[in-house]
């Protein structure tokens, strides 16, 4: 029954649809896999000796670890901001909410560099706060900490708009019935609103990682690019690149080539597991939101 309303409601040629199967695909090829098979023919084409001695070298071998560190940083507390935002704008009213929701989307309208900008006027040593940071000794600009604010700032965005359509189409029923059960807002969250958003929490997390090692703009203004210092992994193949060591440059960014496919992996496992779930719930007898809420409190329905 449904190949045949498939077919009713297909009305395009054999042509048309294999033009177009042939178009994706041939975009695909032209823009993912052959940047993805250059930088690892150009990355060994010196040989696995040159390619390992480019990635141990002690300024590549800086880069990454300050890259792991600011996406250590930056990821849990988009975590946390993502899940608090989602959750505001998505199950309550209130007086802001329009501008708490454009401010989430600020990031993706600033340029990263604009964004680098800001912070350089505000914590360097000509910006509003330069002058008593440097009486008390502490470094943001050209430091660790001014790349993990700008890492922070472009990649905030990215847990919290994958959460709250989510969130807006789950609605409140299963949270109201777990409070009326005895459930307390933490027992909630836990054992009922996480569960629901559990696939599009991992999905946020991967691409917010993804740009938080990626980034570019914002890092490159408050970096100051010091050597082995403050160069994160971007920023060294650049600099490797403008001395012309393009096998070493080729070699540091198959990092992120490789990165790059994990996440597609991540990302296309986390969608489908997702899709899979939604239609086992589409196909399951329909269940009282109170229902679902009891199941996932065992505790609290007992004790109620």
């Not at 059960?181 to 027992?187: I, K, R």
């Not at 599009?200 to 691409?207: A, E, K, P, R, S």
């Not at 060591?245 to 597609?264: D, E, G, I, R």
């Amino acid at each position: 029954m449904d190949v045949r309303k498939k077919r009713v409601l297909t009305t395009e040629t054999p042509l048309v649809r294999w033009t177009l199967t042939l178009v994706a695909l041939g975009f695909i090829a032209l823009f993912l896999v052959l940047p993805l098979v250059a930088v690892a023919t150009e990355a060994l084409r010196k040989g696995w000796d040159a390619y390992f001695a480019a990635l141990l070298e002690p300024d590549a071998w800086s880069a990454i670890k300050l890259t792991l560190i600011a996406a250590g940083i930056a990821v849990p507390l988009n975590l946390v901001f993502g899940v608090a935002a989602a959750w505001a704008i998505a199950k309550y009213e209130f007086r802001g909410k329009a501008f708490l929701t454009t401010l989430v989307d600020l990031p993706f309208s600033v340029s990263p560099v604009v964004s680098g900008l800001i912070y350089v006027l505000l914590f360097g040593a000509q910006g509003w706060l330069g002058p008593w940071l440097a009486e008390h000794d502490i470094k943001i600009i050209f430091a660790v900490p001014g790349i993990v604010l700008a890492t922070v700032f472009v990649t905030f965005p990215f847990i919290a708009r994958e959460l709250i359509p989510l969130m807006q189409a789950q609605g409140n029923d299963e949270e109201q019935a777990a409070i009326v059960l005895g459930a307390n807002g933490w027992q909630t969250f836990w054992h009922v609103t996480l569960p629901n958003i559990k696939w599009g929490l991992l999905y946020g997390v991967i691409l917010c990682n993804a740009r938080a090692m990626g980034e570019f703009g914002a890092v490159s203004v408050v970096s100051g690019h010091i050597r082995g210092q403050t160069n994160t992994i971007p920023l060294h193949v650049e600099i490797l690149y403008n001395e012309y060591q393009s096998a070493a440059a080729f070699a540091v960014a198959s990092l992120l080539a490789v990165l790059a496919v994990v996440t597609l992996v991540l990302k296309t496992f986390a969608e489908w597991k997702h899709e899979r779930d939604r239609a086992a719930a589409d196909n399951a007898p329909p269940e009282n939101p109170g229902t679902a809420a009891a199941n996932s409190l065992p505790a609290a329905s007992s004790a109620a």
